[in-house]
């Protein structure tokens, strides 16, 4: 008896772990943060007949699993089937996924209840009034701010039946309804456009006609294609929509682009296929003619005389005034040496043209590798700004006597044997070349922005011209004999005039230090204070240490001292930042110091304005952009300016690029513009926008708004 009592305790103990170890009765099965269960639209199947079965998902507040393509992290939901022989399950009809962004990291699933149908095949020979068990091993990623790997062995009874089985009251309808909320082709067709500036879809049919589409995403089903971070830049026409994409670092370009395209809640399954856009606004967005050129007339040739041009004018922009005052004096002190002052001249431009290739290359490079960025794209880092700081303040306080390098102004970098200046010419042409970099001269954007939509050697060829047209006024003086004798002679004034000339350097570092101000928040530029007063005292070191020298003393460690001092500041200015430091939150709103109110640009207000029938004034500027800055203290300042915008009723918007924006990037490359500035003006009543010079009067400004508002 008693043997009897302990084999049944024994058998109910087995029997116990069992069914606690592997939860596969029929019905819901908590995981541990969700629930999950199996369920079918019909009360059976047929033989050989097919049955909708459901996974349904009940995840927990704050909780979430993933779709097909789970994003930057995560992993989709899987179903493993044990069906019984001859049985087969097709694959899982994904419902719509939602955004889950997690800082920098995009990813793509659900929250709350999601239903996932799947269609389930019966065995032919599977008879009539037998009940079959339909088992599948569930495995969820669920996240918050933890993910936690969950699974569940889930399983259904199913009876077949000899005719067709009667929908089930409760689940037929959720199941009708998941399946109608899920993306079907053949709604839209697409196609695939590749550029340098990245990936646009164009998306056409008679659900997207109209061009009143609010909002719109694409899902792709296929990871490490996109940058799924990246953000989607949509763009309306008559009969459609494009998308502009940003691939993922390193990715090729894909063969045809497949996923889910969201458009104001309803979803549609697209496959982009490589090709070119048909004439006209078949999902284009706006059609062509409303649209700026994206270039100058004439192909190439047009693109280089226009660059040129531009380079020549380059040197009247203002951000290149203090290097012309080093050019200039250069120049004078070696005007009764006409050898000297060709190897000026032509050390100069070579300098000028090595920079601008340079540049341009890693300008190209970096559009390459799916970033987007312009010309000026080095002044949107913060350590860059902050080290030409630096290398102006030094440039000043050499040109005020604190220290020397070299044997006179154009022997920066030189050594004390290189007295004609040569490498002194050669780097002055470099450093005017980075300073002008966030100016963009008249014909320059144009030319610039064709070279962008170019192979490399063609875009190359550009930057050739337009580095040809910036160094042609010095080079050519320096080789004119007729230039050089009317130049006076050296003498005493010109430490004088170099003195003055060091201004225009100081000038230039405070304004770098307001760029870092405004870019990079006010504990950057505590930094870069700091450093400054430290750069300033490694230079006073170095010039005892070269006065010391003269005299035929000993100044090692003062020289030793003062390159330990100035390589401390400059690590101390550049040296990257925590990605929380210095950040600023972008401006919503705000008022020039005219009181003309402003907002700050996104596409998605853009085309709120429009479809308001509103006018709108578009203000692609950035703090570094000197140009930019000159327009806004003569254009906008004035009240009648102001009186303008506020009696038409036109909306400013500024799209800052101080920092780097890939949004204002290719809306940039979308008008043809490589760089700022860039004023767009959209009339009243959605008419063509209209493109106005870079340089503004506020004559101009008041004749543009007072024409959009007519529409």
């Not at 531009?310 to 203090?322: D, E, K, S």
């Not at 709103?589 to 907002?599: C, Q, V, W």
Request: glycine letters at 12%; one cysteine or more.
């Amino acid at each position: 008896m008693l043997n009897r009592l302990l084999a049944g305790l024994l058998a109910l103990l087995a029997l116990s772990a069992g069914l606690a170890a592997s939860p596969s009765l029929a019905g819901p099965v908590r995981t541990g943060h969700l629930t999950a269960e199996l369920a079918a639209a019909s009360q059976g199947v047929t033989p050989g007949g097919e049955v909708r079965v459901v996974l349904r998902q009940v995840i927990d507040k704050g909780w979430h699993t993933y779709w097909r393509n789970s994003g930057d992290s995560g992993a989709p939901t899987e179903l493993t089937w044990t069906l019984p022989p001859g049985w087969s399950a097709g694959e899982i009809v994904w419902a719509p996924p939602a955004r889950k962004p997690i800082g920098p990291l995009m990813n793509y699933g659900y929250s709350g209840e999601v239903l996932l149908p799947v269609t389930v095949r019966a065995s032919a020979s599977a008879r009539p009034g037998d009940t079959v068990t339909l088992r599948a091993k569930a495995a969820f990623l669920v996240c918050a701010d933890v993910c936690i790997p969950e699974d569940a062995d889930l399983s259904l009874d199913l009876k077949v039946v000899a005719e067709d089985p009667a929908p089930d009251p409760v689940w037929a309808p959720r199941v009708e309804a998941a399946l109608a909320a899920a993306p079907r082709p053949g709604q839209v067709e697409a196609i695939l456009i590749s550029g340098p500036s990245g990936l646009s879809i164009a998306a056409t049919g008679a659900v997207l006609a109209g061009g009143k589409a609010r909002d719109a995403y694409f899902f792709p089903y296929e990871a490490g294609v996109l940058d799924h971070a990246a953000a989607q830049t949509l763009d309306r026409g008559p009969e459609g929509l494009t998308l502009a994409l940003k691939p993922a670092p390193g990715a090729a370009v894909p063969s045809s682009l497949a996923g889910v395209l969201a458009v104001d809640g309803k979803v549609y399954e697209i496959e982009a296929r490589p090709g070119k856009a048909l004439p006209g606004a078949a999902g284009l967005g706006p059609p062509p003619s409303t649209r700026p050129s994206a270039g100058p007339s004439g192909g190439l040739i047009g693109a280089i005389a226009f660059a040129f041009l531009g380079g020549l004018i380059l040197n009247l922009m203002p951000c290149v005034f203090p290097v012309l005052a080093m050019k200039a004096a250069s120049l004078a002190s070696h005007g009764q040496d006409r050898a000297a002052a060709r190897l000026q001249g032509l050390a100069f431009l070579a300098g000028v043209m090595a920079t601008f290739l340079a540049l341009a290359a890693l300008l190209l490079v970096v559009r390459a590798g799916g970033a987007a960025v312009g010309w000026g794209f080095q002044l949107q880092s913060p350590p860059v700004v902050a080290a030409l700081a630096l290398l102006m303040l030094a440039v000043g306080l050499n040109m005020s006597g604190l220290f020397e390098i070299g044997g006179s102004l154009q022997g920066i970098g030189a050594g004390a044997a290189n007295r004609n200046g040569a490498l002194g010419a050669f780097l002055t042409g470099a450093l005017a070349v980075v300073v002008a970099a966030p100016c963009t001269a008249p014909f320059m954007a144009p030319a610039l922005g064709w070279a962008m939509t170019q192979p490399a050697a063609l875009s190359l060829a550009v930057f050739a011209g337009l580095g040809l047209g910036f160094a042609a006024p010095f080079t050519l003086a320096a080789l004119a004999p007729g230039v050089l004798s009317r130049l006076p002679r050296p003498g005493p004034w010109m430490e004088t005039f170099r003195k003055v000339l060091a201004f225009p350097m100081y000038g230039a570092a405070a304004w770098l230090a307001w760029v870092i101000a405004v870019q990079a928040g006010p504990d950057l530029l505590a930094r870069l204070l700091a450093a400054g007063v430290a750069l300033a005292f490694a230079c006073w070191l170095w010039g005892l240490a070269q006065k010391r020298a003269a005299v035929g003393r000993s100044a090692r460690v003062l020289g030793a001292s003062a390159l330990v001092v100035a390589g401390l500041a400059v690590a101390g200015a550049v040296w990257p930042q925590p990605a929380s430091a210095g950040s600023k939150a972008p401006e919503t709103t705000g008022a020039s110091t005219n009181g003309l109110a402003y907002e700050a640009y996104t596409p998605e207000r853009l085309a709120t304005l429009r479809a308001e029938g509103r006018p709108v004034f578009v203000n692609y500027t950035a703090a570094w952009c000197v140009t930019c800055q000159v327009n806004e203290r003569v254009a906008f300042s004035s009240r009648t300016a102001a009186e303008a915008f506020e009696s038409s009723g036109t909306v400013y918007l500024k799209a800052d690029w101080t920092r780097r924006d890939e949004v204002i990037a290719t809306d940039l490359a979308r008008f043809g513009r490589a760089g700022v500035p860039l004023y767009v003006v959209y009339p009243a009543g959605g008419g063509e926008p209209k493109i106005l010079p870079q340089l503004l009067t506020p004559d101009l400004v008041v004749r543009a708004v007072r024409e959009a508002a007519k529409g």
